[in-house]
């Protein structure tokens, strides 16, 4: 996911429950005769809300739609509020704002067989990325996990692409029930390209499973990082713009201190998977937590992820 991107106004004409906790949203031009940007399979828009808040959701529409834009929503009790407020707040008709299409978990349209992998709410960006697939007339093969068939978003789409073959479900996590990562890769053809989206367990299970497949044909998208967000505290931040010095105590996270002191800061996914929260580094060492900056980056210690990462000196100056 990404920096913020420019922003459009939609309406919003329907919400529809998919799942235990997880709506869809369907977000239309507030002009009708207006088509919506073009998006590809695999990207993303940012749903701008109160308090500064900025979330990104999955496309889960047909590519070739111009005339909406369809995400999905689960309703995460322990979040930030960015899914409570979607799932109590907002009514039909009303007006949002969005940025523009951003896709930093594309499709390969050229593979001919494709292998995606998707637990929970992770489904949403897999769903389009199958509608293009059925298009191009390419080879594909869903296996699909929920801890319950209710929390499972989209079966009945799913199930009208084609027959059970291609379409595996999993519910539970007995052994009978339980999806082997492992013998879905070893089950594919030696030039497939792999997809995943869903928790971290099952990230990390996927990976080792594809280790051994060239890089370039292995995608991900994650929830949240890989490791824990820094909160340990014990240090100081500096906003270089104000000369403000705030206080990271332990059981917090920089972006909290900022949030609670008023500071305006961008941020969406609150894991260090977006991108959102990158900030410039002008003074101190990060402890960078994140998945979003390249190995190169996080050695330079030029930028951070608030939302996630901590600090290995006493003080670190910020570019706010």
């Known amino acids: 996911m990404s920096q913020q991107q420019s922003r459009m106004r939609v309406r919003l004409t329907q919400i529809r429950l998919e799942a235990n906790a997880i709506a869809s949203f369907e977000l239309r031009p507030i002009t009708t005769d207006q088509p919506l940007p ?3 399979a695999g990207a993303h828009v940012d749903v701008h809300m109160p308090g500064d808040r900025v979330r990104s959701y999955s496309l889960v529409n047909d590519q070739e739609e111009r005339d909406r834009y369809l995400i999905a929503v689960q309703h995460e009790t322990t979040g930030r509020g960015g ?8 009514r039909v008709g009303m007006e949002l704002e ?75 996590s007995t052994p009978d029930t339980q999806m082997s990562i492992q013998a879905a890769v070893e089950d594919a053809p030696r030039d497939a390209h792999f997809y995943c989206c869903g928790p971290r367990g099952m990230l990390d299970a996927f990976l080792d499973a594809t280790s051994a497949r060239p890089s370039e044909q292995v995608h991900f998208e994650r929830f ?35 949030v609670e002191n008023g500071v305006p800061v961008q941020y969406a996914c609150s894991a260090g998977v977006c991108g959102t929260c990158k900030t410039a580094v002008l ?4 402890d960078h937590r994140d998945e979003y900056l390249t190995d190169d980056e996080k050695r330079s210690n030029k930028v951070v992820m608030v939302c996630c990462s901590g600090s290995q000196t006493e003080s670190l100056c910020l570019d706010l």
């Open 283 to 286: 003074g101190g060492v990060p």
């Open 38 to 40: 073009a998006f590809t």
């Open 83 to 90: 899914s409570a407020w979607l799932h109590t707040v907002p």
């Open 98 to 172: 969005i940025g523009m299409p951003v896709n930093d978990f594309p499709l390969n349209e050229a593979a001919e067989d494709s292998v995606f992998i998707a637990g929970g709410i992770g489904i949403t960006p897999i769903l389009s990325m199958i509608r293009r697939l059925e298009r191009l007339g390419r080879r594909w093969r869903l296996y699909y996990a929920a801890r319950a068939r209710e929390h499972a978003a989209f079966v009945e789409p799913l199930a009208t692409l084609n027959n059970d073959t291609r379409v595996r479900l999993f519910f539970g």
């Open 224 to 258: 949240g990082a890989a490791t824990e967000a820094a909160t340990t505290g014990g240090f100081e931040i500096e906003l270089a713009k104000s000369g403000r010095r705030m206080r990271v105590e332990a059981g917090k996270t920089m972006l909290d201190v900022l």
